[in-house]
């Protein structure tokens, strides 16, 4: 079972994603900020990470480069409410990114497809 | 002594004096003037003066010598008296010439006065004259201006027509420049175009005469060493006249005149008078030009205050389009986090229900009613980066594509078939390819309702003039041009043909980018977008 954390300020929606994707067959682990989901990385291992990219105070983007540099080997998927962040420069560093919506297909397909990818990778080494 | 003259008669007959012609008769009774102005040229009065002398009267010889003094004092105040009444003609003609040339500030109608002067009866009365101008920018002097006539034939014409009009320097320029400027120019061209010089040919006699401030007659020019063979051809004439024009110490021009007609010599006063008349001439043609060019920094500098108006102007909508922007998609971020929630929890609690429960529709209804909120909130973020396009050169092939390979999950799935035509050797299209994107991905996947049997999309693309033209046929839709109209105008109610808010914010899109965009419907074979692209970076509209 693939182990995702979810980062993101908003209390229902770290809840729907929660029992969504744990209807799909996965383990969710959910972070309000950075801090908190730094923590939750020193607590464990995760395979896929998505990040919302504003965090009240805080910028998703900035956590980005952070789990870039420290977690390169875990996927993350950007999810935002604005596509503007699509064409940044520093959102490329995301191995994907979706757009919020009430319909949750995309991200799902998103996370099934990264992962596949990781699971390729690690399996051929390309 | 028997007297043959009447001179020492009071009152004579007519018949007496043969000096006293018609209008003078009231000297028939004037013996003092009568003497004073028609005896001492007498023959009849030498001849009594003569036998006076043969009379041995003393007097005589002393009178003999005091009539040839008298007589040459005459000749010699008769002669001042005609010179003067000509400095008086000249004077007055270099007033008039003065007063035209000083009020006006256009360049023909300065050298039409100047030109006219020199060739007019009541001017230099020359026959031809030439002008050429120092362009400092090229380093040439150029033939500019020619008048005069051609042939004896035209010469008699034009000045018969001068004297029978009696117009005066002024009318007789203006004439000229409404009538004849431009078939003097034509009648001329070839001739001052071959008078070219190169200002730095010092050995040149036009630029020697220009360097040398001061005129040049030029007598038996055909022979003469300074004079090129070829000029002495074109102007045709033995003798001219070189007139530099001279401002300061800036090189103004040249006029060359000629009796090319009536070869009439060039006297030294003529030269003296013209070299009086070049300098007004010269400081005219200056002040003209710096007014053209007066004239043209103007209009820049007019021009400049209009662009810097405009971009002012700009500055401020853009500072209002990127605020309304920043409200707009502040809006919009506050509105998705509650939209995604209700809508995601929808989703859950429907897909968790059975499809027994009676409550299934309503959860059914705030899933499509949060579907239909999102898809008008694309469009608001789509609007609010619209404000901002950003035009650079791209490859329309890869525009499509990249539209195609998006739009393909979507389209395979509802069973569509899709095609490219790609045309020859299609150049770069100034374009905001983002937005462009985004116009395409919502012509191939809008969801207009009514759909036909043939679920294909075909596009084709090819060169126009500064242009690409892209064609998208979509068999797919049935709809009709009115219908289609609708789709087109943002925020008309079109829920009964499908949301279709896209094309209308296409459109918009398109045209901020001077884009057209034409949306054609046939009722059986479907929908032809055009979309034609730039192939020039042009100003923004």
Redesign the interface.
Known sequence: MSRLLVVDDEANIRLLYAEELKDEGYEVVTAASSSEAVEKLHEGSFDLAVLDIKLKNESGIDLLQKLVKERHDMPVILCSAFSCYKDDFSAWLADGYVVKSGDLTELKQEIARVLAKKAQKAKTGV | MDQECCWNRDVIEKDDCPKIGQGEEDLLALKRQRNLEKCCDCPRFMKDLKSMCDDNNPLAPVLIDFLAEYSRQKIQIQSLVSFLDNKTLEMRFFHELGSVLQSSVDLDEVLSVALTAITAGKGFGMNRALLLLADRETGMLSGYLGIGPKNIEEASQVWDEIVQNDMDLQTLAQNFRLNKLSSERAKFHDLLEQLTVPLSNKDHILIKALDGKLPIMVESAFQHPDVPPEMARLLGVDTFLLMPLITRNRRIGMIIADNCITHRSITEEDIHSLETFGFPVAFAIERASLYDKLQIELNRVTEAGKKLKEQQDLIVRMENMALVGRIT?SI??SV??P??????????ML?NSPESDPKRSFIESI?DE??QL?GVL?EI??YS?SLYPTRDFWDVNQLVETALSDSADTLTSLGYATGYAPGHDLPPVYIDF?QLSYCLRTVLQNDINVISNDLSIVISSQSGEDCVILRIDDHSRQISQTELDRLLVPFSETRDLGTGLGLALCKTMLEKQGIPFVAQADVQDGIRYTITLPTRKEEQP
């Not at chain 2, 939209?339 to 859950?348: H, T, V, W």
């Open positions: 998609s919009a971020h998705r986090n939209l995604m929630i209700i809508g995601g929890f929808a989703r859950s897909k899933v949060t579907d999102e694309d973020l789509n980066d983002k």
